[in-house]
T-cell receptor, first 116, second 115 residues
């Protein structure tokens, strides 16, 4: 079984400032890691994923995340946020190569509010 | 290609009534997942179809929930009878059969309110 902890439920940040959204996970097996974003009144959209290889992964809209196996973390970062980044962000894991089922285990979400 | 669609977008029903939620996955996606987010909590897995077969229904909360995917295309999730604690947002997601099966595409969700 896996679990995901997003340490911050809400993060306010000024426009053009950097932001880091934190995510820690727990699992007894190898996992794939994901960040999803939900804009108001929309579905979840995949921002980026880590499957294997380079621990720094880049996603859409200028976001990146770094996988740290020793700290079991997968923090999301953006060097300069825009108003349009205001949304809820979800960290999720699935079992790697998971016998045909890649059910996701989610964190509780972090609401990012970008202040003009 | 068209994305995952869900209907209705919002449903308000009274306790004891029946509600059926529908999900249309991306065309050609064999995998279909249902998830639920109860207010204030995390999004939780309910079940997984591969085509018309239930691969994993370990997340279904109880026997008041019935999911079907006849013909391996769209899926329905019926709640009968609905209880107050069933309120939440129900998400559907789909993915390809093999290559990139881990990459799930989500619908906008159905917000269910049970009063």
């Amino acid at each position: 079984a896996q679990s995901v902890t997003q340490l911050d439920s809400q993060v306010p940040v000024f426009e053009e400032a950097p932001v880091e959204l934190r995510c820690n996970y727990s699992s007894s097996v190898s996992v794939y890691l994901f960040w999803y974003v939900q804009y108001p009144n929309q579905g979840l959209q995949l921002l980026l994923k880590y499957l294997s290889g380079s621990t720094l992964v880049k996603g859409i809209n200028g976001f990146e995340a770094e996988f740290n196996k020793s700290q079991t973390s997968f923090h999301l970062r953006k060097p300069s946020v825009h108003i349009s980044d205001t949304a809820e962000y979800f960290c999720a894991v699935s079992e790697a190569g998971g016998a045909g089922s890649y059910q996701l285990t989610f964190g509780k979400g972090t609401k990012l509010s970008v202040i003009p | 290609e068209a994305g995952v669609t869900q209907f209705p977008s919002h449903s308000v029903i009274e306790k004891g009534q029946t509600v059926t939620l529908r999900c249309d996955p991306i065309s050609g996606h064999d995998n279909l997942y249902w998830y639920r987010r109860v207010m204030g909590k995390e999004i939780k897995f309910l079940l997984h179809f591969v085509k018309e077969s239930k691969q994993d229904e370990s997340g279904m909360p109880n026997n008041r929930f019935l999911a079907e995917r006849t013909g391996g295309t769209y899926s329905t999730l019926k709640v009968q009878p609905a209880e107050l604690e069933d309120s939440g947002v129900y998400f559907c997601a789909s993915s390809r059969k093999s290559e990139k099966a881990y990459e799930q595409y989500f619908g906008p969700g159905t917000r269910l309110t049970v009063t």
